[in-house]
């Protein structure tokens, strides 16, 4: 354990939203100043040092790639309310999309969400966009596209396998890459299980689209591909499955809830009687 932080001029190889806050979070308290080049400009790192800053902080320039931390003794107490979840947002946008259904989705911040609903207007959705709400509405079979993760301001990576799922049933040829992280397409496999025409070369998706899935049995291998799986359930013929899905809890408050409410037949289930019990009801 070190006696004592010091700042320091830190430059980012690669631009990271964790790398970023915890830099930001450590030179609060750190002597002297700090600062962060190529930094993280997520809307969730700008949230973060507007937090700190609540706690008696001195950081400067977030939502920049610069930003400048000058070191304070100590924190305060305080009471925050955090922005909006725009990637559980962007994944309900998706569903919608995937399913042909029509979404009004509250509480949000439209700018923050930029990037996805210029692909799903890209894709043949109509898109509305209000002070702080975003209707989605499908028409028709959806359009192929090519997408690329990038840094905010571009399509983030968390959305990645959510346009994946949705472009399975889209027509056409879709190309999807990923130049955030790598092995990002565990979830490809659960998908062909369902009927998705899927090929992963190195960082690339090719998705030629199919006009059906068919529920099957699936795995949530991640946070993020888990609702991606979910989505391609909500839009597949037939009772689709996906277990682990203890990583879908730790990223979406009650999100079978808001399925439900928005007339999905979806059940949290932890035993195949359960499941056999759900196949009766719905048939």
């Keep these: 354990r070190a006696e004592e932080l010091r700042g320091n001029h830190i430059y980012l190889d ?33 949230d973060v040092a507007n937090f700190l800053n609540s706690m008696g902080a001195n950081i400067k320039g977030a939502g920049t790639d ?7 003794e100590k ?13 559980e947002a962007g994944t309900f ?35 509305e966009e209000f002070d702080d709400s975003v209707r989605v509405a ?11 993760t990038l840094p905010y301001p571009g399509y983030p990576t968390d959305m990645q396998p959510q ?30 299980r369902m009927g998705a025409d899927i090929k992963v070369e190195g960082n690339t998706a090719i998705i030629d689209g199919v006009p059906k899935l068919t529920g099957a ?17 909500l839009a597949a013929d037939g009772i689709t499955i996906v277990d682990d899905i203890v990583y879908i ?8 809830e808001k399925l439900r409410g928005l007339g999905a037949e979806i059940e949290k289930v932890s035993s195949e009687k359960e499941i056999q019990k759900f196949r009766l009801r719905v048939g």
């Design 163 to 192: 346009i994946a799922a949705t472009l399975t049933l889209a027509e056409g040829t879709s190309i999807v890459t990923e130049s955030i992280f790598e092995n990002r397409f565990k979830y490809v496999d659960e998908l062909a």
């Design 217 to 233: 049995r699936v795995s949530a291998p991640d946070l993020r591909a888990g609702a991606a799986l979910v989505i391609a359930g």
């Design 14 to 46: 690669m631009v990271s939203v964790g790398a970023t806050i915890n830099i930001m979070m450590a030179a609060s308290m750190a002597s002297g100043r700090t600062i962060i080049e190529n930094a993280a400009r997520e809307p969730h790192v700008v």
């Design 66 to 72: 610069v930003i400048r931390i000058k070191g304070v």
């Design 93 to 127: 946008l998706f569903a919608a999309a995937a399913t042909g259904g029509d979404i009004l989705v509250k509480n949000v911040i439209p700018k923050h969400l930029e990037a996805t609903t210029a692909k799903l207007e890209e894709i043949g959705c109509i898109v």
């Design 75 to 87: 924190l305060h107490r305080t009471e925050y309310s955090i922005i909006p979840d725009q990637i």
């Design 249 to 256: 809890q730790r990223g979406y408050e009650n999100f079978e």
């Design 138 to 148: 499908a028409r028709g079979r959806l359009h192929r596209t090519h997408v690329k």
